[in-house]
């Protein structure tokens, strides 16, 4: 089909003509639209959320050194017992010292695994035991401690983040001295002094979580995702009209030092050829649905084929078919010039034919029949397929003078009726093949805004044509996948 067929399939209008016969001889002209196409869609739209300023908050939060010790212990070194004729006899006294030192923790870690949030909070202890029974003087002990503090974060209803943090550690090499033979922990002090410090950095890390502002960015997200997009640039122009109705959250997952979070749009989305449409009016942002969302992208693409079009096509085969008589049974040869015919559409789905005739049978003389032959039929299509053609045809006739019914005749003659149907059927499947490449490149990746776009075509499906007042209406669906990654300018 011609590049301006395809331009003027695909937009809407209405054919004006020159129509000879009153209201009451041709049939009466539908009214009704093709419907606008909607169809609800669920887009994906990720919301980052960057941990850095968590770990900046947690470090200044958590202290360098965490405790300090200095405590005179009355029994560093336990007393020494032997065993003497079956009964154990203490050969030295306890002995005193003095405990001091600290625990100091390194540069915090923040990473991912899964949903939790891991903040790796490496522990050095120094502990020396002086003055041990005035014989062992500057003995230093060293240990080492990882103490993790795993974060699970949750969404609220109403946008707020809670934390809940969980801290356990284990010593790596728990901190002591060899005296006497013998090796002298100092784990029990230090688990003492960092229990509360433990409980100090899960408040901290609880604190900290629910200073991250998603709602924020959400709401940014939900204002401007109230916007039209632009399918397809000319040639013609697509646009899908986006209208959120809630966004569903199916959870998150630590990246690096983001949270992402793993959001749907749940919108409507409804197409138009034509110019830009105005963008709905943004509603406050909802409150958040806990539900996995499964992104999916359903638009209805409105092909509308003008009556017009078809105009032209009609006229060229009667043309051609003039050249050569009709023969009609019992009657003869009749010869039949043709005007310009007129299509429009028809109540019950059909559409309606009128072409200006003027006949005369070889045989007779005088002045010709003319009149206007009717027809009306309706459009079909198998599913799936972008090839149209017309059933159940009906004829009737008026004319000017009393061999009216010859006009009946040859509009119901095996040569009129075909020729009509074969020449309004028509095959839009290059003009659709075109059109869905188009659709493709155009919403492949782009930026709106704040905003950048993927859309993933995954197959177009035709439906079943109708006829409506305004034109032929062949519904194609586009089925794939989208997101909406909101990046706006910094």
């Not at 006497?180 to 408040?203: C, M, S």
């Amino acid at each position: 089909m011609h590049a301006r067929i395809f331009a003027a399939l695909i937009l809407t209008g209405s054919l004006t003509a020159c129509d000879r016969q009153t209201a009451a001889e041709a049939p009466p002209r539908a009214t009704d639209k093709a419907p606008s196409p909607t169809q609800k869609s669920l887009i994906a739209v990720p919301i980052n959320a960057n941990t850095a300023s968590l770990k900046q908050a947690l470090e200044r939060a958590v202290p360098r050194v965490l405790w300090t010790i200095n405590q005179r212990e009355p029994a560093c070194v336990q007393p020494q017992r032997v065993k003497v004729f079956g009964k154990k006899v203490k050969v030295t006294p306890p002995i005193a010292c003095t405990i001091v030192g600290q625990v100091t923790r390194g540069p915090l870690r923040l990473r991912g695994e899964g949903s939790e949030i891991v903040v790796d909070v490496p522990l050095r202890a120094t502990i020396a035991a002086r003055d041990v029974g005035g014989v062992l003087k500057g003995e230093t002990a060293t240990g080492a401690a990882m103490a993790h503090a795993r974060v699970r974060i949750e969404l609220t209803p109403d946008w707020r983040t809670q934390g809940k943090a969980r801290i356990s550690y284990g010593w790596t090499k728990a901190p002591g001295i060899d005296f006497l033979g013998r090796r002298i922990t100092f784990t029990d002090q230090a688990d003492a002094k960092l229990k509360p410090v433990v409980a100090g950095v899960e408040r901290e890390v609880t604190r900290e979580i629910a200073k991250i502002d998603i709602r924020k960015q959400a709401a940014d997200v939900w204002r401007q995702s109230f916007t039209t997009l632009e399918l397809n640039r000319e040639n013609p122009p697509v646009w899908m009209r986006v209208t959120p109705q809630r966004i569903l959250y199916g959870g998150y997952r630590i990246e690096a030092d983001r949270i992402n979070l793993n959001l749907g749009l749940e919108a409507i989305t409804e197409t138009f050829v034509s110019g830009r449409p105005s963008d709905p009016k943004p509603t406050p942002l909802p409150r958040l649905v806990r539900e996995a969302p499964k992104p999916h992208l359903d638009v209805r693409v409105p092909v509308i084929a003008d009556y017009a079009i078809l105009q032209p096509v009609v006229d060229r085969a009667l043309a051609k078919r003039s050249t050569r008589p009709f023969v009609l049974p019992k009657l003869g040869s009749m010869m039949v010039k043709f005007g310009k015919s007129t299509i429009y559409g028809a109540p019950g789905g059909r559409i309606a034919v009128g072409v200006d005739v003027e006949a005369k049978l070889d045989m007779r003389s005088g002045a010709p029949t003319r009149g206007r032959i009717w027809m009306t039929a309706i459009p079909v299509n198998r599913p799936g397929s972008a090839e149209v053609h017309f059933t159940d045809l009906a004829i009737n006739g008026d004319t000017d003078g009393v061999g009216g019914d010859l006009l009946i005749l040859l509009g119901r003659s095996e040569g009129f009726a075909p020729l009509i149907a074969d020449a309004l059927t028509q095959n839009f499947t290059n003009d659709l093949g075109k059109l869905q490449a188009k659709i493709k490149r155009a919403v492949d990746q782009r930026r709106e805004g704040a905003f950048v776009i993927r859309t993933r075509v995954d197959r177009f499906e035709t439906g079943e044509i109708k006829a409506y007042g305004n034109g032929l209406y062949l519904p194609v669906r586009m089925v794939g996948g989208a997101s909406v990654d909101y990046r706006p300018a910094r």
